[in-house]
């Protein structure tokens, strides 16, 4: 904890209220009695007298009582200067000599006042104490031993937070990389959708029945290609837009046989944001939305457009398609395993930075747009 | 951790800042500080600070502090007061006093003037009555009345009929005491302030506190009477009723309490205080004012020792005890810081009103070693090595180290100093086994021969296992003499013992008191008991206020 920003100071206030209403209750009790045993001196009863008080008898308690939040409150500040550790070492023990200063002068005051001796004696006593040994270094060293145990405490509570936010990074990441387990095996499978490659075989066999062998050969590639691709980003998190794009080019070749001249597919692409990092796999599901979705559902259907863009710090890419409107019925809008997992990778590598949006397109169509941060591999 | 940027240099500022304030209440004045004025009300009374607790009580007490007889003494009248010059007892609550023929019966006639601060007459059973409050009280306040008979057998429990002890009050004006033994010194210890008469009222308002309310109604028949007790001392006037009033020339004294005696010398240098009767005396003391102050000091009538256990191996030998204390150079033993306080000590007695101290253990080395190798152990061959047995609480002394370094050096003996638990060590002193004892021993008595009662206990009571037909002897005879008769005896017991050399005398202690110079009367006390009726203070008149001008200003 610390007073770096507003937020950090408000959260320490809020800690630290409790534990300041117990002191000042304390001191309200610690005063009430000290009043109450001290009310006749206070008075000027002639019997009375300031020795037999307890604020004479318990001065170090006072002093201590009065002392310990002021102590929190400078190792509080202190920690600020942590990094240069050679001045907190030297403001510690200066803070240290201040208040073994401060008890031996409150020791003094104390005599002087007991005593009946005038006010201009403080520095004499001060100095009598010396000799009779009566300068104690035990404040120092019982602050230096409370600050030892706040600093060990503290690090100590900065050790289990870490601790806890390691553990927390290692199951979002084994999160993660079932997310992406996950979304290979559904770009697997649904490359290998019976549907898909009972087509896509069709259209194999058309081709060479029309002799159109070269074409037969690059979908035989293509597909080859991209189960390839499946298989090689398991392991991956974080790829290229040209590499993810490049995906995406072969599979719409494939569906371009299938549907032939009705699927028209654009691709509009800043040039500076294919070296952008995006999560892998990320646009396939978005993409097999808008052609199970959109293309297929209404026949007079036919565009598909892929864009990227730069808006600043942030990348912003867009999978439109000009099928029929988004249906009314919310949870089917939530219903897609594809969708669900894309937003929960989202959340988990840039958290509130990247959002995932889906809405209609007036007057025609449905856009899935991406907003992510502009990264790229040299990005820190 | 994250870093705010001049954070350090605002907290090291208000730190310095801090530190700076702190700091100056450290530094001295630079010119001497002002001098309070007396009070109007304090013109004539001697203001006395103390700093033991003090109790209006003569028959509770702790340890013989200058500032406690001071109070009791200004309080209680016992029956006789020691001259301060030759020591001698004067007549005090006692007008005379006659021995039996055989010295075992004293017989006291008290003053028919002596009065109780409230009006009472003074009479023997109020002495029977104190006394005997003391025989029923602690051992180290009752031992002062063990010589009277059956005493001692009524403070333990084997006589529980007060009127077995020796002590009768004939009538109201007569006290008998009886005794065991004849004690020709007894009159002379009746000077001790504990022996002081109790009211019959005292035991009451001692017990309940009432004199913090009412100071009245503690009745005493001192000089002085109790005006005003609290936390801060108390305030004393003088007794109307007083025999001797007339001779008394303060108008009262003032116990003012401080926290130790270095705040009591600053009280009196800041012109709150005029006396301080015990302090630490210390050489670079200086006031922080321009009071005219003086440092008194007086021989205390004690005695610093190392005690042998002649029982033990080659310590049977008188001459291996002898090249001890002749090997010990006295004058370097004593540390520089302790000079003031601690003064060599050549024999047992110190120097006392009417009786100079002996010189009898000058340093000697040559002699030691030689008496050494005459009793077979030249240069402490096969010597062994000898336990000195201290309580833990004497381990910050440098004494018994300087000792035994001295030993080794100068005779090749080595000693052994082990501290030990007070019960662990008393186990083993009451076992006799040890070889070496350190110790002080003071008197209670002012008489020589009380410091040489050492040398006359029974064996199985004595720390050194001596003992002497002849020196017991001659103390017993000096019982029965009176005067310079008797101090001949003394001086012979005293000789003798310290050639036995059962003990070595090590130093005398020193006291210091510290008086502003408006102070007059002060006398030395080898047992500090100073009566305060013999003080009075000797202030600059006053100037008288000038005419039309108001005196309030």
């Known amino acids: 904890m610390n007073f770096v920003n507003g937020n950090g100071r408000t959260a320490w206030w809020r800690g630290a209220r409790p534990w300041l209403i117990v002191w000042l209750a304390g001191t309200a009790v610690l005063a009430a009695i000290l009043w109450w045993d001290a009310r006749a001196w206070i008075q000027g009863a002639p019997q009375a007298t300031f020795r037999a008080t307890k604020l004479n008898l318990w001065p170090l308690e006072i002093l201590w009582w009065l002392f310990v939040p002021a102590i929190l409150l400078v190792q509080k500040s202190l920690t600020r200067v942590d990094r240069h550790w050679r001045w907190a070492i030297t403001l510690h023990g200066l803070l240290a000599a201040i208040i073994t200063g401060l008890f031996i002068v409150a020791q003094a005051a104390r005599l002087v006042l007991v005593n009946h001796l005038p006010a201009s004696f403080l520095p004499v006593v001060v100095n009598d104490l010396r000799w009779m040994g009566g300068w104690s270094y035990l404040p120092a060293l019982v602050y230096l031993a409370l600050i030892l145990a706040l600093y060990a405490f503290s690090f100590y509570r900065e050790w289990r937070a870490g601790q806890r936010l390691t553990s927390q990074l290692q199951v979002a990441n084994a999160q993660l990389e079932t997310r992406l387990v996950r979304a290979s095996l559904d770009a697997l499978k649904m490359q290998l959708h019976p549907h898909f490659l009972f087509n896509t075989l069709n259209s194999i066999t058309s081709l060479i029945r029309n002799h159109r062998a070269r074409e037969a050969e690059d979908i035989v590639a293509g597909l080859g290609e991209l189960l390839r691709r499946s298989l090689d980003h398991r392991q991956e998190a974080m790829d290229t837009l040209e590499r993810e794009l490049d995906f995406l080019r072969r599979y719409f070749e494939i569906e371009c046989i299938r549907f032939q001249d009705r699927l028209k597919v654009e691709f509009d692409i800043d040039p500076k944001c294919l070296r952008a990092q995006v999560p892998s796999l990320l646009l396939q599901p978005l993409a097999e939305n808008a052609m199970k979705h959109g293309i297929s559902k209404d026949p007079a259907a036919r565009l598909l457009r892929i864009s990227a863009e730069r808006d600043g710090t942030r990348l912003v890419l867009t999978v439109f398609n000009d099928g029929p409107p988004l249906p009314r019925d919310e949870a089917a809008l939530t219903r897609g395993i594809g969708l669900r997992n894309s937003h929960a990778r989202l959340r988990m590598l840039y958290g509130d930075e990247a959002r995932l949006r889906l809405r209609d397109n007036a007057p025609q169509g449905v856009r899935a747009e991406i907003i992510l941060p502009f990264r790229t591999s040299s990005s820190p | 951790m994250t870093t705010t940027s001049r954070a350090h240099w605002w907290i090291s500022l208000s730190l310095l800042i801090l530190a700076g304030g702190v700091g100056l209440a450290f530094l001295p004045p630079g010119k001497p500080l002002p001098v309070a004025r007396r009070a109007a009300g304090d013109r004539n009374i001697l203001r006395v600070v103390y700093t033991q607790p003090l109790r209006p009580d003569p ?392 410091l040489l009662t050492v040398f006359a206990m029974p064996v199985e009571f004595s720390e050194t296992k001596w003992r002497d037909d002849e020196a017991i002897r001659l103390l017993t005879a000096a019982n029965h003499k009176t005067g310079a008769e008797r101090l001949a005896l003394v001086e012979q017991a005293e000789r003798r013992a310290m050639a036995g050399v059962a003990a070595v005398p090590l130093m005398f202690e020193r006291r210091h008191a510290l008086r502003s110079a408006d102070v007059r009367g002060w006398y030395d006390d080898p047992l500090a008991r100073q009566s305060p009726k013999r003080l009075w203070l000797d202030l600059p008149v006053a100037s008288p206020p000038q005419p039309g001008r108001d005196s309030r200003t």
Not at chain 2, 108 to 116: E, F, G, I, V
Not at chain 2, 168 to 190: F, G, I, K, M, S
Not at chain 2, 217 to 244: I, K, M, Q
């Open chain 2, 59 to 450: 028959h509770v007490r702790l340890f013989p502090l200058s500032s406690y007889n001071l109070f009791i003494q200004s309080l209680w009248e016992p029956l006789v007061e020691c001259d301060p010059v030759t020591g001698e007892p004067q007549p005090a609550a006692a007008a005379s006093w006659s021995w039996s023929a055989d010295h075992r019966v004293l017989t006291l006639r008290l003053r028919p003037d002596a009065r109780w601060s409230n009006g009472d007459p003074v009479t023997a059973h109020d002495f029977v009555r104190g006394w005997l409050r003391l025989l029923r009280s602690r051992i180290d306040v009752a031992y002062a009345l063990f010589p009277i008979r059956n005493a001692e057998a009524y403070h333990r429990g084997a006589r529980d009929q007060p009127g077995a002890v020796g002590l009768r009050a004939l009538d109201d004006l007569t006290l008998q005491v009886e005794l065991d033994q004849p004690r020709t010194t007894l009159a002379a210890e009746l000077a001790d302030p504990m022996l002081a008469p109790l009211h019959h009222s005292t035991e009451t308002a001692v017990a309940a506190k009432s004199f913090y309310e009412q100071p009245a109604a503690l009745v005493t028949n001192g000089p002085f009477r109790l005006t005003r007790a609290n936390a801060d001392g108390y305030r004393l006037e003088a007794s109307p009723f007083y025999h001797g009033s007339a001779g008394v020339r303060l108008a009262g004294v003032q116990f003012i309490r401080a926290n130790n005696p270095s705040t009591g010398a600053l009280l009196v240098a800041a012109g709150k205080a005029d006396l301080l009767p015990s302090m630490h005396f210390k050489s670079d003391w200086r006031a922080p004012t321009l009071r005219p102050i003086a440092v008194e000091s007086e021989l205390a009538l004690g005695v610093v020792a190392s005690y042998f256990n002649v029982t033990r191996g080659p310590l049977r030998d008188v001459r291996v005890r002898r090249a001890l204390a002749l090997a010990l150079n006295r004058e370097d033993l004593i540390e520089e810081a302790d000079r003031p306080r601690l003064v060599p000590a050549w024999s047992w007695v110190p120097d006392m009103p009417g009786r100079p101290g002996l010189s009898l253990f000058i340093e000697d080395s040559g002699e030691a070693r030689r008496l050494l190798a005459e009793a077979g152990y030249p240069g402490g061959k096969d010597f062994p090595i000898l336990r000195m047995s201290l309580p833990l609480w004497m381990e910050g002394s440098p004494y018994p180290a300087a000792c035994s370094e001295r030993w080794f050096k100068e005779l090749g003996v080595r000693v052994y100093v082990s501290y030990e638990m007070p019960a662990t060590r008393n186990d083993r002193v009451h076992a006799g086994d040890y070889d070496i004892i350190y110790g002080a021993l003071i008197a209670t008595v002012p008489d020589p021969a009380d």
